[in-house]
Nanobody, 126 residues
Framework: QLQLVESGGGLVQPGGSLRLSCAASGFTLNSYTIGWFRQAPGKEREGVSCISSIRAITNYADSVKGRFTISRDNAKNTVYLQMNSLKPEDTAVYYC???????????????????WGQGTQVAVSS
């Protein structure tokens, strides 16, 4: 059974850092494009970042460029989202998602993705 499990969320002060993990089970992550999304209370789910299955091409939302970094460790079957210089507006539930593709590109459009994790809460507050 294909499953994605996010971890690493928590409460952090503004300016702090967190690293989220997206661990896959039931399938081999290296043939999938992975996206990170977030949903704040009362708002729609928005794309944050993605990484392609071929050449690990990355893409970021403008709101996180220069602060967030996505990476993948195929040996550990895990994708990471390093989040630095966190702001209160980054507070949300963060989800990872996967789609089986063999492309050197990716999209942060949520309709691209077929499989979703349950999410991990990130709260940025002083």
């Amino acid at each position: 059974q294909l499953q994605l499990v996010e971890s690493g969320g928590g409460l952090v002060q503004p300016g702090g850092s967190l690293r989220l993990s997206c661990a896959a089970s039931g399938f081999t992550l290296n043939s999938y494009t992975i996206g990170w999304f977030r949903q704040a209370p009362g708002k729609e789910r928005e794309g944050v970042s993605c990484i392609s299955s071929i050449r690990a091409i990355t893409n970021y939302a403008d709101s996180v460029k220069g602060r967030f970094t996505i990476s993948r460790d195929n040996a550990k079957n895990t994708v990471y989202l390093q989040m630095n210089s966190l702001k209160p507006e980054d507070t949300a539930v963060y989800y990872c998602a996967a789609i089986s593709t063999f492309q050197a590109m990716c999209s942060i459009n949520r309709t691209w993705y077929a499989y979703w994790g349950q999410g991990t809460q990130v709260a940025v507050s002083s």
